[in-house]
């Protein structure tokens, strides 16, 4: 009899375990759009071995501030592999800051991402790229459209091989990539295909703030 009790006990248990998955499992606002901070914790991202210690949370925000290393989305949206999307962070520099938003990458242990593209997040850094960049691809130079100490937002658009870049709503770049694109860089994996998302600490003097990490997929 208890032997009995005992596998009805689990069946139960198992027939239970999708609906707690579903319930459990992220929901997207009613405009469409998925949050992939939960402002607590770094639960859903994984970090690059080299440095694991440049990113922390704190107050709600996910602070880059270290030696380099990147900050990869490995949650259950999209089993975060993305195709077509718009993604925006609102993000604030400290003065000399570099970092970076990626798409369509892949989890990388070390060293900067090979595959996908990054968007440039600098405004007073020394590199002359400035935010809102598709970096070395189409760069926007010299002057950023966003500041230092300010909180400002960076979306990104991809809609098959056409990327738009806005800050604050404007936008800033926007590009093609063309059928038979090879980079003049020798990075032939950065660039359009599909993947995952990440966060760049560019070096110890660099400082961002990130407080809200977001997509919505278009389907």
């Known amino acids: 009899m208890k032997f009995t009790l005992t596998c009805a006990a689990l069946l139960v248990g198992l027939a239970l375990m999708p609906a707690a998955r579903a319930a459990d499992a992220p929901k997207p606002d009613k405009d469409g759009w998925y949050q992939l901070f939960n402002g607590k914790n770094l639960d859903g991202w994984k970090v690059s071995e080299d440095h694991p210690e440049t990113f922390e949370v704190v107050d709600g ?5 270290g030696e380099a290393a990147h900050l990869f989305y490995d949650g259950p949206v999209e089993n975060h592999n993305f195709k077509d999307f718009e993604y925006e962070c609102e993000v604030l520099t400290k003065p000399k800051a570099n970092s970076g ?11 900067w991402p090979t595959t996908g593209i990054e968007v ?12 809102g960049s598709l970096y070395n691809i189409k760069n926007v130079m010299d002057k950023s459209p966003a500041k230092d100490n300010e909180w400002f937002t960076q979306n990104i658009t991809v809609k098959g091989n ?5 800050v604050n709503g404007k936008v800033v770049n926007e590009w093609t ?9 020798g990075w032939d994996d950065a660039k359009i295909g599909s993947g995952t998302f990440a966060l760049q600490g560019h070096d110890p003097d660099s400082e961002t703030h990130y407080r809200s990490v977001k997509v919505k997929p278009l389907k």
């Open 61 to 65: 925000e996910i602070v880059a501030h």
């Open 101 to 111: 938003m990626y798409f369509h990458t892949k989890y990388q242990p070390k060293s």
């Open 120 to 131: 440039q997040v600098n405004q007073t850094h020394g590199d002359p790229k400035k935010t």
């Open 162 to 166: 056409h990327v738009t870049v806005k």
């Open 177 to 185: 990539q063309p059928d038979d694109f090879k980079r003049e860089d």
